[in-house]
């Protein structure tokens, strides 16, 4: 097996068997522990950078390294391995994010230190699985196993209701999970073979009426929607967060989230094209009272870590919008927003943490003006605020603008839908604001018998959160290298949801916008050329 092919496999199986080596490494110096998970993490990550070359961007649409690996071959059963440009984005997300993680928890987990990297390890290699797979099995065995080692982080590593918190997580996003399988089955059942590859129930609409088509996409929300997680099954999400460590709550946000919208582009938008086109309507009306919703919610919160978990409803509420608008700029603009959003709020939970770990609080009426004391933190929060608002010239903005952009121009959704959820941004404007203006600026106010407590960050933190930071520049200044991988896929995707509706959307005639007086644009279906020029207006 050479090099290329074994890369995927590789990729699950490295964090694994790293993870299920740590009860057995001897000796209990908890550095030893740290160190090792640290450095099988960044092993993990040296592998993924794998991908970039060894995968053809030239067909971003098309699954490549692909590898199949033997389960029960008498069942016909294999673990199959492949990845495009959108999937491969998200595995390198896993991987940056994890080390960082584990760097981040060095001095936050006291006791059980064993277990805790334990069960990060094995959560990596399940995260990975799930953006690797091409059998649906193998998703769905992946997707489930994420359940269980963020159950046990949850429940014994989370704060005073960690315990509910974990059971919420658990049934919640179980229960949905039964039925999204029960709608898998449905599918090969009518499609008339047990193959559960992805290419096998590609076909399977072929033999489906819309209305089963649309009984097996409510099937699959019933799962994915609540992994998003959307509006109205969100109500676990918050707790989840507030409760989690910081490491599970940067996982969460990073990257366990973007498990549902990554399944609804990956399976459920593609194989049931009629579905698609019957409920996008109804998926952009619950992203956007999600926007709205969740951004209102925010406004109210006096804990900051709550505050930034409500924000993450609002913020996938984008990211739906954006695929079921059903185009090349809204799934280009959905894809991104993952990414971004995984980026920066994974650093407001980093940054979050930071703080519990020096004053044992999150509530803002306790923590106040500590750009005085801590200017490098403070500059952080005010970096990383900035990327989650979508600040133009950062990485917030380039998911935003095109998810936007996309429900506009989208012939199933259109300008109420773009015009509503373009109230979010502002909503989301006031609440970070808010919350940045009480906690890093005004009088300083340090929780009583913790004065000593606030110093500023330590060179670890710092090196946690500098490649965030210029990620979030690099992809707020120049974001074209993403965004062209992701054209193809988005394409090959809406095209199968109908070329009756491509070609609707090709035959609009371009719409003109004012970036400066002088400067008139126009801007193509397609997301590259509409970020290039703008960018070329701008200059």
Same mark, same amino acid.
């Given at each position: 097996m050479g090099l290329d092919i074994a890369l995927l496999p590789l990729l699950v199986i490295f964090p694994l068997l790293s993870g299920l080596m740590l009860p057995f490494l001897g000796g209990d110096d908890p550095q030893r522990i740290k160190s090792f998970a640290l450095i099988s993490s960044l092993f993990t990550f040296v592998f993924s950078l794998g991908l970039l070359v060894g995968y053809d961007f030239s067909n971003s649409a098309e699954m490549g390294l692909v590898t199949d690996v033997s389960w029960f071959e008498s069942l016909g059963l294999t673990f199959s391995f492949g990845v495009d440009a959108i999937s491969i984005w998200l595995v390198l997300l896993t991987t940056l994010l994890m080390p960082l993680v584990i760097l981040g928890s060095f001095s936050a987990i006291k006791f059980r230190?064993?277990?805790?990297?334990?069960?990060?390890?094995?959560?990596?290699?399940?995260?990975? /699985?799930?953006?690797?797979?091409?059998?649906?099995?193998?998703?769905?065995?992946?997707?489930?196993?994420?359940?269980?080692?963020?159950?046990?982080?949850? =429940?014994?590593? /989370?704060?005073?209701?960690?315990? *509910?918190?974990? *059971?919420?997580?658990?049934?919640?996003?179980?229960? =949905?999970?039964?039925?999204?399988?029960? /709608?898998?089955?449905?599918?090969?059942?009518?499609?008339?073979?047990?193959?559960?590859?992805?290419?096998?129930?590609?076909?399977a609409h072929e033999n489906m009426t819309t209305n089963q088509q649309v009984l097996a996409m409510l099937a699959m929300l019933a799962g994915f929607a609540v992994k998003v997680p959307l509006f109205p099954v969100h109500t676990w999400l918050p707790l989840a967060h507030t409760e989690a460590p910081t490491a599970g709550s940067v996982v969460l946000a990073g990257v366990l989230l973007k498990l549902g919208t990554y399944a609804l582009i990956r399976l459920a938008i593609p194989m049931l094209p009629d579905a698609a086109l019957v409920v996008a309507p109804y998926m952009g009306i619950l992203a956007v009272v999600g926007v709205i919703y969740a951004a209102l919610i925010c406004w109210v919160q006096k804990d900051i870590k709550k505050l930034v978990a409500y924000s993450s409803v609002s913020h996938l509420g984008f990211c739906v919008l954006g695929m079921f608008a059903l185009n090349v700029q809204g799934l280009s603009g959905s894809v991104m927003y993952m990414i971004n959003h995984g980026l920066s709020t994974g650093a407001l939970f980093l940054l979050i943490g930071m703080i519990y770990e020096r004053f044992h609080t999150r509530e803002m009426s306790q923590i106040q003006g500590l750009g005085r004391v801590m200017p490098i933190w403070a500059t952080f929060m005010v970096f990383f605020a900035m990327a989650s608002v979508g600040l133009p010239g950062l990485n917030g903005f380039v998911g935003e603008f095109l998810t936007l952009f996309g429900a506009f121009q989208s012939a199933v959704l259109g300008p109420a839908y773009a015009a509503v959820a373009g109230l979010g941004l502002i909503f989301g404007a006031i609440y970070i604001l808010h919350m940045?203006?009480?906690?890093?600026?005004?009088?300083? *106010?340090?929780?009583? =018998?913790?004065?000593?407590?606030? *110093?500023?960050?330590? /060179?670890?933190?710092?090196?946690?959160?500098?490649?965030?930071?210029?990620?979030?520049?690099?992809?707020?200044?120049?974001?074209?290298?993403?965004?062209?991988?992701?054209?193809?896929?988005?394409?090959?995707?809406?095209?199968?949801?109908?070329?009756d509706l491509l070609e609707e959307n090709q035959a609009k005639p371009p719409v003109r916008y004012d970036y400066h007086s002088h400067v008139r644009a126009e801007i193509s279906s397609d997301a590259t050329l509409t970020l290039k020029t703008l960018s070329e207006g701008g200059r």
């Open positions: 230190i064993r277990e805790f990297f334990f069960w990060l390890l094995l959560l990596e290699a399940a995260m990975i /699985g799930v953006f690797v797979a091409t059998d649906i099995l193998f998703f769905y065995i992946c997707f489930e196993f994420t359940l269980i080692p963020m159950y046990f982080l949850i =429940g014994i590593y /989370g704060s005073s209701q960690r315990l *509910k918190a974990a *059971k919420m997580l658990f049934l919640y996003t179980f229960t =949905g999970s039964m039925l999204t399988f029960a /709608g898998i089955l449905y599918m090969a059942w009518c499609n008339g073979s047990w193959d559960f590859s992805f290419e096998a129930l590609s076909h940045v203006g009480k906690v890093v600026w005004g009088p300083v *106010k340090i929780p009583q =018998g913790h004065e000593n407590d606030a *110093k500023d960050l330590t /060179g670890r933190e710092i090196t946690v959160l500098l490649p965030l930071a210029i990620l979030c520049l690099w992809l707020g200044v120049y974001p074209m290298p993403i965004l062209r991988t992701l054209d193809q896929p988005a394409q090959a995707i809406m095209e199968r949801v109908g070329t």
